[in-house]
């Protein structure tokens, strides 16, 4: 079969019409080395599934750079968006927190910008990667790639803003002359470190789930909101950690809580001993008016911040974050492998 | 069985009805749970091999599932069971531009489409003049491709798939893309790959491309395999399911329209004769054009040589073939030469086009054609003006 064929073959070019040397030599066919047989229609192990997406790398970088490149085409102030964002935020809440509700925070425009970062981070990455397999339909249609990478880049594109809008931070902490902690600096690789695996999972997982049910888009923003409000990024984590006392750790078990709180323990710095010490003053303050509030202990006092945030806490609590997310890794490709034999008929 | 490229077994598929798109929990909830066991086989139990290095066919009309089979190679559906195992890095020409983004630049585009395809920057880089070169628009790279024409779009996208070297290539119906000349390089494109001895598996309704193209064909009904072999045979099978259903038989069933031409049989050359050391003409003059023929298939006896020629307006002034004027060639293979011999030419001065053709006597299939390319000039020194030499003479005289 292939042999009477190739000669046939091998005379090709007739739309030339002109005469092709090599056919009229009767040039043999040059025999390909024929690569490997694999599986293309088989399931994939979870590490199958992680090779595959290391072999797409590429892709990957390729993707953030898209998506990076055009989520602000057109636009007039282009990139400076990314900047800007976080700087709006902080003026609208600066007015209602520290005007209107009274919170008393002080630098409360750095504090909010610490948890900000890291909850940009956490909503761009699953809002992003829950849309991406949908949105990329035409590609996903038509090429075989390991679809993981889609998800992946909304949380490589989140990441790249989250650095972003650290440097716009880093800026701020230059213009108010607020030190960050230095010798515990490295503890925002682990903060960024394990949302980034956990986000990674979790992105996956919504991906998938999104092409089956559209609703999980919707349903992920009230989910949020709600998450948004819960990891302490507008108020002081000490009014949460003080009323929980014993069972603080339930506030903890919000994965996107200790990277918060994380970043504003390092890069925020609370003032607590200038805290402390304005404490000492009120409460003698107290005491010499004579108010039985002493006794009871329950005089309005200038809150601290953070509460006591040592690095056993941080490292305890990442580390349970550092799990969930291996774990949600492992559930999200579970999901997604389960979907994945739908999508061509879904999306 | 080692050179396998390809190898299909037992593979089938599963389309549900109606809940393909069921995308809302809502909906899920409601729908009764008995609804989702609706549905039919695209494909059911499809057992086939595709040889390294041969051009496959996948026929049948449309619902039989030779497109879902391609998808399922092509690993953008996933088969309900069986097992699809492919040799190497298998692309796929289903539909041209895949995942081209309006906002990037051409450039920025390709890069992309390389690393989707699995190759590296670095890959790509090296690729990137050769693919703007082919498709033509290398002026374009740094434009953004919102700004292209649908040609330039599809020619891209067609330039990436084939300058990415892949083992197997899935083609699915993409031809019908572009404009004549390009449509006519993609084909090239293919004979390339198959010198290269690279798989190809063409998808097509067109009985004609597979005949021409492809060395085995497969036809599919209703997501069965009917049967494999040579494209003959499988056309012959498909036309039978076609009239056994008593169903309107598709054009190029009967009289297939050209697009690909099979290299069995060439035109290798043609030749004006001169006279007195010219190839130009007088009005009225003789003229014999020599076209060189060579045939390397023996069962090309039934081989038609055809000649027109065209004015510079397009005006086709005179068309011929050899069956038309009973006209046998000799059946033997090697180099022939058919002479066109006209005993005067009454044509008055210009430029005339000449085109020639092989293809079989109901031209269903074309071995080669020659458009234009050739031209016969004709100087008028007649006093006669216009087209046409009608040598007249006048007579004058007074009265009546």
Same mark, same amino acid.
């Given at each position: 079969m292939t042999t009477s064929s190739s000669s046939d073959r091998?005379?090709?070019?007739?739309?030339?019409?002109?005469?092709?040397?090599?056919?009229?030599?009767?040039?043999?066919?040059?025999?390909?080395?024929?690569?490997?047989?694999?599986?293309?229609?088989?399931?994939?192990? &979870?590490?199958?599934? *992680?090779?595959?997406?290391?072999?797409?790398?590429?892709? #990957? !970088?390729?993707?953030?750079?898209?998506?990076? =490149?055009?989520?602000?085409?057109?636009?007039?102030?282009?990139?400076?968006w990314t900047l800007l964002n976080p700087l709006l935020y902080l003026v609208v809440f600066s007015i209602v927190f520290r005007e209107l509700l009274r919170v008393q925070v002080p630098r409360f425009g750095l504090f909010l910008l610490c948890g900000l970062l890291v909850w940009n981070f956490v909503a761009g990455s699953l809002n992003g990667a829950a849309g991406s397999i949908v949105n990329n339909r035409s590609v996903v249609l038509k090429v075989w790639f390991p679809r993981e990478v889609l998800p992946l880049a909304s949380v490589g594109a989140a990441l790249v803003n989250l650095v972003l809008q650290g440097i716009v931070l880093a800026g701020g902490l230059l213009v108010l002359r607020n030190a960050p902690d230095w010798s515990r600096l490295p503890w925002l690789?682990? &903060?960024?470190?394990? *949302?980034?695996?956990?986000?990674?999972?979790?992105?996956? #997982? !919504?991906?998938?789930?999104?092409?089956?049910? =559209?609703?999980?888009?919707?349903?992920?923003?009230?989910?949020?909101?709600?998450?948004?409000?819960?990891?302490?990024i507008v108020y002081p984590y000490a009014s949460v950690s003080d009323r929980l006392g014993e069972r603080e750790w339930l506030a903890a078990a919000n994965p996107a809580l200790p990277s918060v709180v994380t970043f504003q323990r390092v890069v925020y710095h609370p003032p607590d001993t200038e805290i402390l010490v304005q404490r000492e003053a009120e409460?003698?303050?107290?005491?010499?008016?004579?108010?039985?509030?002493?006794?009871?202990?329950?005089?309005?006092?200038?809150?601290?911040?953070?509460?006591?945030?040592?690095?056993?806490?941080?490292?305890?609590?990442?580390?349970?974050?550092?799990?969930?997310?291996?774990?949600?890794?492992?559930a999200g490709l579970t999901v997604f492998a389960r979907r994945e034999r739908e999508f061509g008929e879904q999306l | 069985m080692s050179d396998a490229a390809v190898i299909v077994e037992g593979v089938s598929k599963w389309f549900k009805l109606g809940s393909t798109g069921a995308t809302s929990l809502k909906q899920r909830l409601v729908t009764d749970r008995r609804r989702e066991d609706e549905g039919f086989w695209a494909l059911k139990d499809i057992d086939l091999t595709v040889e390294a290095g041969e051009t496959f066919g996948l026929l049948g009309h449309n619902g039989s599932g030779k497109s879902t089979l391609l998808k399922c190679?092509?690993?953008?559906?996933?088969?309900?069971?069986?097992?699809?195992?492919?040799?190497?890095?298998v692309a796929a020409l289903l539909e041209l531009g895949a995942g081209f983004h309006p906002d990037l630049t051409g450039r920025e585009n390709v890069r992309l489409n390389g690393s989707i395809l699995g190759m590296q920057p670095a890959e790509v880089d090296a690729r990137m003049d050769d693919i703007f070169e082919f498709a033509e628009i290398p002026a374009f790279a740094d434009v953004p491709v919102r700004h292209y024409s649908s040609g330039m779009f599809a020619r891209l996208g067609f330039a990436v798939a084939v300058n990415l070297e892949p083992d197997v290539l899935l083609v699915d119906e993409v031809l019908a893309v572009g404009d004549e000349v390009f449509q006519r390089k993609c084909i090239g494109e293919v004979r390339r790959f198959q010198r290269e001895g690279r798989t190809i598996v063409f998808?097509?309704?067109?009985?004609?491309?597979?005949?021409?193209?492809?060395?085995?064909?497969?036809?599919?009904?209703?997501?069965?395999?009917?049967?494999?072999?040579?494209?003959?045979?499988?056309?012959?099978?498909?036309?039978?399911?076609?009239?056994?259903?008593?169903?309107?038989?598709?054009?190029?069933?009967?009289?297939?329209?050209?697009?690909?031409?099979?290299?069995?049989?060439?035109?290798?050359?043609?030749?004006?004769?001169?006279?007195?050391?010219?190839?130009?003409?007088?009005?009225?003059?003789?003229?014999?054009?020599?076209?060189?023929?060579?045939?390397?298939?023996?069962?090309?006896?039934?081989?038609?040589?055809?000649?027109?020629?065209?004015?510079?307006?397009?005006?086709?002034?005179?068309?011929?073939?050899?069956?038309?004027?009973?006209?046998?060639?000799?059946?033997?293979?090697?180099?022939?030469?058919?002479?066109?011999?006209?005993?005067?030419?009454?044509l008055l001065g210009g430029v005339y086009h000449l085109s020639f053709g092989l293809h079989d006597p109901d031209v269903s299939t074309s071995f080669d054609h020659r458009d234009q390319k050739d031209t016969l000039r004709i100087e008028n020194n007649t006093p006669q003006e216009g087209l046409v030499d009608l040598s007249p003479t006048i007579r004058w005289f007074k009265g009546n």
């Open positions: 091998s005379t090709g070019s007739a739309d030339q019409g002109r005469i092709d040397p090599s056919a009229s030599l009767g040039a043999e066919t040059f025999r390909r080395p024929i690569p490997d047989l694999t599986d293309v229609a088989g399931e994939r192990s &979870a590490w199958r599934r *992680l090779a595959d997406v290391w072999d797409f790398r590429w892709l #990957l !970088v390729d993707l953030v750079k898209r998506e990076l =490149r055009v989520r602000y085409k057109g636009s007039a102030l282009g990139f400076a690789f682990a &903060a960024v470190g394990v *949302l980034v695996v956990l986000c990674a999972g979790l992105g996956i #997982l !919504v991906a998938a789930l999104n092409v089956a049910f =559209r609703d999980v888009e919707h349903l992920l923003e009230v989910i949020l909101l709600a998450w948004f409000w819960l990891s302490a409460l003698a303050a107290f005491r010499a008016a004579g108010d039985p509030c002493v006794d009871a202990g329950t005089c309005a006092l200038t809150p601290s911040v953070l509460g006591e945030i040592d690095d056993r806490w941080m490292a305890t609590r990442l580390g349970f974050v550092g799990a969930l997310g291996l774990a949600s890794i492992g | 190679i092509a690993r953008t559906l996933t088969p309900t069971s069986g097992s699809i195992m492919a040799a190497g890095r998808v097509s309704h067109s009985a004609d491309l597979i005949r021409a193209t492809c060395d085995r064909a497969a036809v599919l009904d209703h997501g069965r395999l009917m049967m494999v072999g040579e494209p003959p045979a499988a056309i012959r099978t498909l036309r039978d399911l076609y009239l056994g259903r008593g169903e309107h038989l598709a054009d190029d069933l009967r009289r297939p329209e050209v697009l690909v031409q099979r290299a069995s049989a060439r035109i290798t050359g043609v030749r004006i004769d001169e006279i007195d050391g010219r190839t130009w003409r007088r009005p009225g003059e003789p003229l014999v054009i020599e076209v060189g023929v060579e045939i390397d298939d023996e069962l090309r006896d039934d081989v038609v040589v055809a000649m027109e020629m065209h004015d510079a307006e397009g005006r086709r002034l005179m068309g011929v073939n050899s069956h038309l004027l009973g006209v046998t060639p000799p059946a033997a293979t090697g180099r022939h030469t058919a002479l066109f011999e006209f005993d005067r030419i009454p």
